[in-house]
């Protein structure tokens, strides 16, 4: 199937910024990026490629904006507004790959699950306080995002919003997902099949191989997730 663009990007964010800027250095022809929120103060430590005369103003906006004065060769588009189950298929069937710099967890499965039904290879990042986590799962999703995260966490669990984020872990997670993305556009198996952590307070990589999970939901044989059904995700925040 022909990609409208090569990269979709889920969140203009701290992980968004360093990752878009990595790929758009490495000559990636179109990024779409995705997210609502609106630029704040608070946000110019970690998401660095906006200024101060940005605050109030779109992120998906703002960054296209930033992007396009660097880059003029990137073809930039945006669409405001939060990936949620009844758009994430159409949004994700743009791409040839997604990265998902999302911070909260039911953003992550329904791009995850999105991405397998639609076959799509996604990038998944993030970073809470000192520690990032990346993983590439292949357009045939296997193994995937379920495989090690399974569910949804039914308890409060920690994201940067909650537990903060260090402004350089961000970069790192960000500068991984876009040396996973760049290399899955070109054909590179071996982005596959292992997730990177990164800890910021020892300045230790490690990158691990896993497996896919036997019975798995998602990718697994008689995988029962095939469809997105609303209420697997409407009791969380998909922002």
Request: net charge negative; hydrophobic share 45%; proline share 6%.
């Amino acid at each position: 199937m022909n990609r409208a663009v090569d990269v979709l990007l889920v969140g203009a964010g701290g992980i968004g910024h360093p990752a878009a800027l990595g790929l758009a250095a490495a000559g990636t022809g179109s990024l779409l990026i995705v997210d609502d929120d609106q630029v704040e103060l608070s946000n110019l430590h970690r998401q660095i490629l906006f200024r101060d005369e940005d605050v109030g103003r779109s992120k998906p906006e703002a960054l296209a904006g930033a992007l396009s004065s660097r880059f003029p060769a990137l073809a930039v588009t945006v669409l405001p507004g939060r990936i949620l189950p009844d758009t994430a298929l159409d949004r994700v069937s743009r791409a040839r790959v997604v990265v998902d710099a999302t911070d909260n967890f039911a953003s992550r499965f329904l791009i995850a699950d999105a991405c397998r039904i639609a076959g799509v290879p996604v990038v998944h990042a993030a970073a809470v306080k000192w520690r990032a986590t990346v993983i590439a799962v292949p357009a045939e999703g296997r193994p995937c995002y379920r495989c090690l995260f399974e569910d949804i966490p039914r308890e409060d669990a920690p994201d940067c919003a909650t537990a903060g984020v260090a402004g350089p872990v961000c970069g790192v997670a960000g500068a991984l997902a876009a040396d996973r993305a760049m290399r899955i556009l070109a054909g590179d198996a071996s982005a596959f099949g292992s997730i990177v952590t990164y800890d910021g307070r020892g300045d230790r990589l490690r990158e691990v191989r896993v497996a896919a999970r036997p019975g798995c939901p998602l990718c697994g044989e008689g995988r029962t997730i095939t469809t997105i059904t609303p209420d697997r995700y409407e009791a969380y925040d998909c922002s």
